[in-house]
């Protein structure tokens, strides 16, 4: 009975003594621990955002403009420490019809801002947004009046032009190629740029300008990339999305059964060094780059922080640092024809030239040259 009685004793000292221990650690939160409770609460609101982009035709491999946004997008999440497919994701679309399926799907799961990943989403989106004004939208390379709607855009005739200025300076045929995806006013943007700069160079260079009429079609790329070649051009500019990697499979084809040829590609959207690799050489010329994943990033951080800019156009250009021309192969662009770039650049943010954005100003400026 004596041990029983010692065992009991024992037992409730020590809970009298985890109680007490207990309750300083209370008081201490209480005092001096608020900044824990409130990292607590912040990393508890980020888990419970989400955020997902539903892409266009050209996939979100496509080495170009839904990949960059993808980018974008995973680097937030990994940011504020977000989890693929629970708290950031993409959904495909290999048809049109698609359009509405995927963005309702990311509805349905109560994503909080959802992307519309190039302009042939806007009709779509805007049918949806309307229906759900309390979702979050972003409209990539469209505008959307509509106070849930941030609009996205881009000066890429800038771009565009600044590498129809490499592009010049590059050629030994003074001939070049545009090849652009879905002939619109989007589309028209890069290609009246490219022509712009080309020309400014050289008034006299020949541009020959085909349309793929998809983002998503290699093969068609790379069958006009090889008319192009065939007929002498030397520099071929795509404004395509996935149908571009035909145009870089071509120009890679031609290279390796004739590697002293010398013919390159611009890229677009990212920089598509990569995609120009053929051994020891590289394709690339340069590429015109669309900071995408920087816009995504940045107005997801902001509905995040609560200052969605809904109803507003955001438009980025070379003065944002959203439009950049690469300089990644530096055999190929040489350091006399970026310092030539670099002055037409510093031209544009002086605003000493105008850049066309359509086909109608692209003939004023020639007109002027």
Known sequence: MKKLSFLLVLILGLGLLLAACGGGDDTDTTDGGNN???NDAGSEEASDFKVGMVT?????????????????????????????NEGYRYEQSNAKEDYVPNLTRLIRDKYNLIYGIGFELKEDLTTIAEQNPDTHFGMVDEVVDLPNV???????????????????????????GFVGGINSPLINKFEAGFIAGAKSVN?????????????????????????????????????SG???????????????????????????????????QVGDQNVTLTSMIKRVDVAVEEVSTMSLNGEFPGGE???????????????TNQEAMT???????????DK???GEVEIPASHEELEEFEAGL
Not at 152 to 171: D, P, Y
Not at 206 to 216: K, L, M, W
Request: charged share 25%.
């Open 313 to 327: 156009q955001l438009e980025f250009g070379l003065e944002e640092d959203g439009i950049a021309f690469a300089t």
């Open 348 to 350: 544009i943010l002086n």
């Open 56 to 84: 266009d035709l050209g996939g979100v491999d496509d080495k170009s403009f839904n990949q960059s946004a993808w980018e974008g997008l995973v680097a937030f999440g990994e940011q504020n420490g977000l989890t693929e």
């Open 242 to 276: 996935g149908t571009g990697n035909g145009v870089f499979n071509q120009a890679k084809d031609i290279k390796q059964n004739d590697p002293e040829r010398e013919i390159w590609v611009i890229g677009v959207d990212r920089d598509q060094h990569e995609e120009g």
């Open 150 to 176: 941030a609009s996205i855009t881009f000066k890429e005739h800038q771009g565009s032009f600044l590498v129809g200025v490499a592009a010049a300076l590059k050629t030994k045929t003074n001939k070049l």
């Open 335 to 345: 350091e006399d024809i970026i310092n030539t770039v670099n002055e037409w650049k």
């Open 203 to 239: 008034p006299d260079i020949e541009v020959d300008v085909q349309y793929a009429e998809s983002f998503g079609d290699a093969a068609k790329g790379k069958l006009i990339a090889a008319n192009m070649y065939d007929n002498g051009v030397d520099v071929i500019y795509h404004a």
């Open 36 to 38: 824990d409770t409130g």
